[in-house]
């Protein structure tokens, strides 16, 4: 099993219901696939460097799990296919990456209480 991160832009004209059921979509496929996730994270809306779909906003999530190499093709296809995607990108993290995403989330979680 791999550890990987995956942040994607949905579109910013999405109703809350249309972004929270996107987001499971996604997030049931990995499930599906074997992966064990290890953090989302909804990072709002947020502004473009540079317009996408003629757009200058998007709504960020983030997922870090665990899966096999395998799943990672197919989830990239649904992303390509879906058109409430502007953008994803898909990282492999090493063992470093991967100790701090979980030092990351601990201080973010220490943070907010």
Do not use: C
């Not at 947020?46 to 870090?64: C, D, N, R, T, V």
């Not at 995607?85 to 100790?99: E, F, G, P, Q, W």
């Amino acid at each position: 099993m791999n550890h990987y991160e995956t942040v994607f832009i949905l579109n910013p004209v999405l109703s809350e219901d249309q972004i929270k059921e996107t987001v499971k979509k996604f997030e049931d496929f990995l499930t599906s696939k074997g992966a064990k996730m290890q953090n989302k994270e909804d990072w709002g809306l947020k502004k473009l460097a540079y317009p996408i779909q003629h757009k200058k906003s998007g709504f960020y999530h983030l997922f870090e799990y665990q899966v096999d190499g395998e799943a990672i093709d197919p989830l990239e296809v649904m992303f390509r296919r879906d058109e409430r995607i502007m953008r994803y990108l898909t990282v492999k993290l090493d063992k470093y990456a991967a100790d701090w995403a979980v030092e990351r989330v601990k201080r973010i979680k220490q943070g907010s209480k």
